[in-house]
């Protein structure tokens, strides 16, 4: 019910024009402080600017997610997401299938579903946003063995 209500208003408010502009507005203005860094050791692939986090105590969170390249592939026990592309073109790895992931588009994430994000092209980026139930929490995030090589 809860990510119906959130995917309805959403939806509406890319129908009504609202730009990607102005969401990146608002998102880096609550995310300045809370910045992290995407890395496998060797390279940094990618940023998250979280605005509403577990501390918030709200039951769930909200993200933006910058991606320079392939995500690892991960998935969760509890967390529901929802990722909605603002910027870019790429593929989401779910389950072992590569799906377009195209401007606006919405996907929902279910808990025990392994995915990724990249660009479609290398030096290309994408930027989404994340909304998650419950909030992000690390010790809910279990890496695939895979890695970035999907």
């Known amino acids: 019910m809860f990510f119906g209500i959130i995917r309805l208003s959403i939806l509406k408010i890319l129908d009504k024009g609202v730009s990607t502009l102005t969401i990146e507005k608002i998102s880096l203005a609550l995310a300045a402080k809370?910045?992290?860094?995407?890395?496998?050791?060797?390279?940094?692939?990618?940023?998250?600017?979280?605005?509403?986090?577990?501390?918030?105590?709200?039951?769930?969170?909200?993200a933006v997610i910058y991606l320079e390249g392939p995500d690892v592939i991960n998935f969760h026990k509890e967390m529901t997401e929802i990722y909605i592309l603002l910027e870019g073109e790429g593929y989401l790895f779910l389950d072992d299938e590569n799906i377009?992931?195209?401007?606006?588009?919405?996907?929902?994430?279910?808990?025990?579903?392994?995915?990724?994000?990249?660009?479609?092209?290398?030096?290309?980026?994408?930027?989404?946003?994340r909304i998650s139930k419950p909030a992000f929490n690390l010790d809910d995030f279990y890496k695939d063995p895979r890695g970035r090589n999907w």
Do not use: C, Q, W
């Not at 809370?34 to 986090?53: H, L, P």
């Open 100 to 129: 377009d992931f195209n401007n606006n588009k919405v996907v929902t994430i279910p808990p025990g579903a392994r995915h990724a994000a990249k660009p479609k092209e290398e030096r290309e980026s994408l930027k989404f946003l």
């Open 34 to 62: 809370n910045r992290e860094v995407f890395s496998d050791g060797d390279e940094i692939f990618g940023y998250v600017y979280e605005m509403i986090t577990k501390s918030d105590n709200v039951g769930f969170g909200l």
